[in-house]
């Protein structure tokens, strides 16, 4: 979308953070929700933007009719973020998915507004890539922190959103096809800070979803995100664990880790499943309390490096 002209720039929101990187499923929507989730709990007014073609639903909107929709046409599978930019009017989120929380949901209609895009960006130029900036800005003022969640795998869609944030955050696994995944939004990064956004900052790159006591590898994947990202990029401590089962059953039943951890006291046991008085579904693991704690960690620790970096 972005070539040679530069836009007119438009400062983003203090507090505006991306979570993107340029492979799919290393976790960014669930840390996106977190983010959103934990800033809200702690008092701040936040706004939750999902610029992906897919609804996870980590905060049960859609499946369980949390928050006040805004009148008139729908808001959900990104339809009111698809209308802001088509017809160039403020963002409508939903309010009060919790409290302190609203939120624009992905989903499929998302994948709509590159066509948008492609199509003016040949009378109006680089400055399509401000589209989403523009239809925040009149609401910012409304939010102490605003959190995107980002598309893999779409560059009109990644610069769209890296045009409207102050920090980038980078999860990554692993394995080497989510390394050569910080790739895409390096160039992306760079494009756009060149050309729309001269107040993007890096905040910094972490490992999610790995086997916490594997230091050695986790010392190697420091290395490959340095090499890809650049040798300054700052590296995050925490490491959230990969616990399939609990990250899996909170996103189905629309909860945060920490609000499916507070229902493990009330919990059905396995004895309650052999019994025939629950199902497997009921039974909350335990193992969601270190899920939960380490969530909370790297939250906290996003929030100070995307502070630094501001
Ligand atoms: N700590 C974890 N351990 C294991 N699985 C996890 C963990 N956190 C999230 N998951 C699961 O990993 C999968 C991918 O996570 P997520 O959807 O957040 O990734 P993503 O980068 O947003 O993916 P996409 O690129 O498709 O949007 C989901 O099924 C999610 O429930
Ligand atoms: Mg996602």
Redesign the pocket.
Known sequence: MLNQSAAQPIEPPEGSTAVGTGK???????VAAHLAGESAAAGHRTLLICV?G?D?DDLGIKRYGHGVHPQGPSAIDGEGLYRAIHDRVPLQPIREVRPNLDVLPGGPRVADISNILMLRMMQEGPAVVLSLAQSLAPIAPLYDRVIFDSA?ESDPLEQLVLASARTLIVPTRSDESSINGMERISKNFKVVKSQANPYLQMAGAFLY?SNRSATLMHAAVRKDIRRVLGEGTPILQTI?????VP??NA?KKGLLFSEYADLLPTSATSYDVKAGRATEADVVPETIIP?SKEMRELTNEIFDYCGRAA
């Open positions: 799919g499923g290393v976790g960014k929507s669930t992906t897919q996870d893999p979803g959230v664990g990969y616990r399939e990250a899996r996103r899920l």
